[in-house]
């Protein structure tokens, strides 16, 4: 089975609110990463966990904050978000960080309002 | 670190006939060259990959080369389809330990039927 799934698919959310996207995956991979992805853009990765810690993260507010609870599940905790931070969020997951082979899960669509 | 420049970034074809798109990377470290397919509102999903050790790899209608002394590789799309009208990311993997993926800008196939 290799699939990562993620829910939300769809959140609204205010620049006050607080709010958290999860993703989870059974295929047994070791390595979890978050994308962020704009309208006809490439995925831009946000951070990656390999073995449940966090192995990158690329300079990305501490408005996001990732948390890997086990090696199944991943989330992304948002608060104060800006407008410009609306976008599609993919969660992908590999085999652990060195194996190339990343799956996406189908994402979560994003709107701050 | 690793730039992946891919073009064309728009490309029609009629239908039944074949489609090339190009990447180009800098990091002559990297090996590791998945392709993504992306429908709209859909999630990436791998379509293709190649290794540094391997020229070229083919599943049925679709194969990707690799050419590691100029630093390109293509995909290549053979009889096409309607179906595979899509938005189209070469990646290319870096040599560091979290084997991160650098996409390039991706490339709007549009199908004519």
């Known amino acids: 089975d290799t699939e990562v799934t993620q829910t939300p698919k769809h959140l609204v959310m205010g620049m006050t609110n607080k709010k958290s996207l999860k993703c989870e995956q059974h295929m047994g991979h070791r390595a979890m990463y978050w994308y962020k992805q704009k309208a006809k853009k490439p995925p831009e990765l946000m951070f990656v966990?390999?073995?449940?810690?966090?192995?990158i993260n690329e300079s990305v507010p501490s408005r996001f904050s990732p948390e890997c609870p086990n090696s199944s599940l991943l989330n992304l905790h948002l608060h104060a978000l800006q407008p410009e931070d609306s976008a599609l969020y993919l969660c992908a997951s590999s085999q652990d960080h060195r194996q190339d082979t990343q799956y996406f899960g189908p994402g979560t669509r994003l709107t701050v309002l | 670190g690793e730039n992946v420049e891919q073009h064309p970034s728009t490309l029609s074809v009629q239908e039944g006939d074949s489609a090339v798109i190009k990447c180009t990377y800098s990091?002559?470290?990297?090996?590791?060259f998945p392709w993504y397919k992306q429908e709209l509102g859909k999630r990436p999903q791998l379509i293709i990959d190649i290794r540094s050790n391997v020229g070229e790899k083919k599943d049925q209608r679709i194969a990707v080369t690799l050419n590691k002394t100029a630093k390109h590789f293509s995909l290549h799309i053979t009889e096409t389809q309607p179906e595979d009208s899509a938005v189209y990311f070469c990646a290319a993997s870096n040599s560091g330990s979290a084997r991160q993926l650098t996409f390039g800008s991706g490339t709007q196939l549009t199908v004519l039927p």
């Open positions: 966990y390999s073995y449940e810690k966090l192995s």
């Open positions: 990091d002559s470290a990297s090996n590791y």
